[in-house]
């Protein structure tokens, strides 16, 4: 069994005037340009707010302690919503740290 390639082409008429396909056209893999670039960006978004979970994770150990919770040598989060607010919630203490909501 073979697959078919999947190709889109932008064509000019005239100068000035591009015609492209309904939709976007779809990528190599015959899937829709306009959700591989959707998927990209929040597979983007996810490794942004991993990289600031990271990045604060001496900060958010601090604040948990404070609060009298006991902490785990390893730490595991997971992404969440309250409401319309973006977390991170760290499974072992239940703790939720808010994050920038961008958009997913």
């Given amino acids: 069994m073979t697959k078919k ?5 932008l064509i000019e008429v ?11 056209g779809s990528a ?8 591989v670039t959707e998927c990209d960006r929040i597979f983007g978004t996810l490794r942004d707010y991993e990289d600031i ?7 958010l150990m601090e604040a948990v302690k404070s609060r009298g919770l006991g902490i785990c040598d390893e730490l595991s989060f997971k992404l969440g919503r309250i409401g319309k607010f973006v977390v991170a919630v760290e499974e072992n203490t ?11």
């Fill in 94 to 104: 239940k703790a939720a740290f808010l994050l920038p909501n961008r958009g997913v």
């Fill in 5 to 9: 390639a999947a190709l889109s082409f």
């Fill in 14 to 24: 005239e100068p000035g005037v591009v015609y492209a396909p309904i939709g976007g």
């Fill in 28 to 35: 190599s893999s015959q899937t829709s340009c306009v959700a």
């Fill in 53 to 59: 979970v990271r990045q604060e994770v001496p900060g």
